[in-house]
């Protein structure tokens, strides 16, 4: 059984090969926009089932963007989530440090914290490059 995204991929590479394709990666990102777009239009009328759908196309659409960018989207999915994963530890370590609790804190308080580990972990990801 193929993964989804790899599944995805392999579609959508199909169809490029054969000429069903844009002519540069910015047709896909107006897609991606597009969907996005219409997943709030849906959110608005309160319809999730719709929204379900669209969120589907927007997955789609991240893959043919990730086609173009001649990557895995399955392997940037797991680099996505291992940095959120560190990026989420920082927080509660931040936390820790302060004392605070993250059930305690305000959407806002957290944002701020995120915010100031997100420019240290891409800091030293670059310093890492």
């Known amino acids: 059984m193929t993964d989804p995204l790899s599944e ?6 199909e169809a490029s090969s054969r000429g069903f394709d844009w002519p540069d990666v910015r047709g896909v990102l107006d897609k991606i926009e597009e969907e996005l777009n ?6 608005d009328r ?3 089932a719709h929204g379900r ?8 659409a991240a893959v043919n963007a990730a086609r173009f960018l001649d990557t895995d989207p399955g392997e940037e999915l797991k680099r996505a989530t291992r940095r959120f994963q560190a990026r989420f530890q920082a927080l509660d370590s931040e936390l820790v440090r302060e004392g605070k609790r993250m059930e305690s804190c305000s959407l806002s308080e957290l944002d701020a914290i995120w915010s100031r580990v997100k420019v240290r972990a891409d800091k030293a990801l670059e310093e890492g490059a």
Not at 53 to 60: A, S, T, W
Request: proline share 0%; no cysteine; charged share 35%.
């Open 53 to 60: 759908r669209e969120l589907g196309d927007l997955m789609l």
């Open 46 to 48: 309160q319809d999730v």
């Open 8 to 13: 995805s991929l392999r579609i959508q590479s």
């Open 38 to 43: 219409e997943i709030r239009e849906a959110l």
